[in-house]
């Protein structure tokens, strides 16, 4: 881009965020925030394309400023990392909700798949789940009790493995994003198809509604907190890919910090999962309205924190921000 095609596209932005610093404490945090991270970035991009230029010297200044008003005698909240839970996630996700649709249509699509070829070819299940995990259930449904497996181990074992092998598997998403959107759209695709041939491997026992009251107890949030890691991954893969306006390194980096961000968020819903694997799911008997009680409850809380919440904060906040310019 031209150097007078960026100044252009971006004058009124800086002349806009430079009245904000002036205004100081009578402008809104947040407002104040994002205007920086922006200028920042618009900084990176001058610096790598119109070195030694009037435009990087002003931004030079510009950002030099504003530091030093934003940050001067700043103090941490001792709600901070409460604060990015409740607010400052939930605010940031909302421009991800696209992509997080494309996640979850990976994952969909490929769980299809899965499960049309497990129901067209009876060896699939075992090149996928392997022929240990499946004789092992073959024989818990002979028992009686096709989802036996999950009685293994002490409750506290359980639940610290099962817990960090998710988030492994979260930021193996995540990670598998630096080579672009195609990595992490492997991982998707791949754990979808394995989800896939396992529901329907129960389906063709005869045992489906047994089999997914119980494994839908804990795999409500750790299937959707695969997903949402899954956005986490295409976030940094189409940084990537897609710079717009940024130098890709820049690109790069914004992506990469934004996709940790939505990794990182997930790690609460992970032990919520890792515990309901560890301490509930292996009651197998337990009464279908409470197994129905504690999938909802988790889908439920998917998602409000994930897609709900965003919205209605968003809203909420442009209001404020309408409210106050008035």
Same mark, same amino acid.
């Given at each position: 881009?031209?150097?007078? +095609? /960026?100044?252009?596209?971006?004058?009124?932005?800086? !002349?806009?965020?430079?009245? $904000? %610093? @002036?205004?100081?404490?009578?402008?809104?945090?947040?407002?104040?925030?994002?205007?920086?991270?922006?200028?920042?970035?618009?900084?990176?991009?001058?610096?790598?394309?119109?070195?030694?230029?009037?435009?990087?010297?002003?931004?030079?200044?510009?950002?030099?400023?504003?530091?030093?008003?934003?940050?001067?005698?700043?103090?941490?909240?001792?709600?901070?990392?409460?604060?990015?839970?409740?607010?400052?996630?939930?605010?940031?996700?909302?421009?991800?909700?696209?992509?997080?649709?494309? +996640? /979850?249509?990976?994952?969909?699509?490929?769980?299809? !798949?899965?499960?049309?070829? $497990? %129901? @067209?070819?009876?060896?699939?299940?075992?090149?996928?789940?392997?022929?240990?995990?499946?004789?092992?259930?073959l024989n818990n449904i002979a028992n009686g009790d096709p989802a036996a497996i999950y009685k293994g181990g002490s409750e506290i074992g359980s639940f610290l493995g099962i817990t960090i092998n998710n988030i492994r598997v979260a930021f193996l998403a995540f990670a598998f994003g630096v080579i672009t959107s195609i990595g992490t759209a492997y991982i998707l695709f791949s754990n979808g198809v394995m989800l896939g041939a396992f529901i329907t491997f129960f389906y063709t026992k005869g045992v489906f509604f047994e089999a997914n009251k119980q494994i839908w107890l804990h795999g409500t949030i750790e299937i959707s907190v695969i997903i949402i890691a899954g956005c986490a991954g295409l976030t940094m893969g189409n940084s990537i890919l897609f710079p717009k306006t940024y130098a890709r390194r820049v690109s790069f980096m914004k992506g990469a910090k934004d996709g940790l961000k939505v990794v990182v968020s997930t790690i609460p819903f992970f032990i919520i999962a890792g515990f309901i694997e560890g301490f509930i799911t292996r009651y197998t008997n337990m009464p279908n309205w409470l197994a129905f009680i504690i999938i909802g409850t988790s889908l439920f809380l998917i998602i409000f924190y994930y897609i709900a919440y965003p919205i209605l904060l968003n809203t909420k906040h442009e209001r404020q921000l309408h409210t106050a310019k008035g």
């Open positions: 881009m031209r150097e007078a +095609a /960026f100044v252009k596209q971006n004058k009124e932005k800086w !002349i806009a965020f430079e009245k $904000a %610093i @002036n205004l100081g404490a009578s402008t809104d945090p947040d407002e104040l925030a994002n205007g920086y991270i922006q200028l920042t970035n618009d900084l990176a991009y001058a610096q790598t394309y119109y070195a030694e230029s009037k435009t990087l010297l002003y931004l030079n200044e510009l950002a030099s400023l504003a530091h030093q008003k934003i940050y001067k005698n700043k103090k941490e909240s001792k709600n901070r990392i409460l604060s990015f839970w409740i607010t400052e996630f939930p605010l940031f996700f909302r421009q991800y909700h696209n992509t997080l649709g494309r +996640a /979850f249509l990976i994952f969909i699509i490929a769980s299809a !798949i899965g499960s049309l070829s $497990a %129901i @067209n070819d009876a060896t699939f299940v075992r090149l996928i789940l392997g022929d240990a995990y499946v004789n092992e259930t």
